[in-house]
């Protein structure tokens, strides 16, 4: 999504009206980063409050090179890592629901949902690992550098978090294969 640049410039001015149209932009998609970083409902709107305080605080660096989406999710991010040292702790697809019927997207949000879960469901290290390599796209030195962790150790942390994920995704299409199996014999 491409910000219009006058409510950008709108907010470099301390509008509160631009501000909030900014926040209600961008708010629902930044909540979904934060939740990938801290699935506690609570805690991820912490940091996303925070976030949106850095975004205007900094705004006036951004230099409408690149994307402003970009841009603010690295915020994020960033503001998600702070959270996690200071407490100690341990990819974007285009859907056309056009195309879809009503069943198919009810399918693709429960699955969807559930893949959100089973990411959650990761220890703290490795879930941070996953999300800021699979999903944010930095390299295991960027990583390392952020977390102060060696970069064999965030190899090995996204390693071991996906072998954890193909388990629990294994398991999940075991019970489903027992499910269709059980009714089909009922």
Known sequence: MDINRSILERCRS??????????????????????????NAEVARDILQDGFIKV???????RFEG????WIRRIMVNTALEYHRRKGDGREVEINEESMDGQELETLD??????LSVVASLPQQYRLV????????????EIGTLLNISESTSKSNYSRARTILREKVSQIEKLEDYAVLHARTI
């Open 56 to 62: 205007f605080e900094k705004i006036r660096s951004f």
């Open 14 to 39: 301390n509008d509160r009206k631009a501000q909030q149209a900014l926040y209600a932009i961008y708010a629902p998609a930044m909540y979904g980063v934060c939740l990938r970083y801290y699935p």
């Open 130 to 141: 996953f999300n800021l390599y699979a999903i944010e796209g930095y390299s295991h030195a």
């Open 67 to 70: 994307s402003f989406e970009g």
């Open 110 to 115: 429960a699955d969807y949902q559930l893949l």
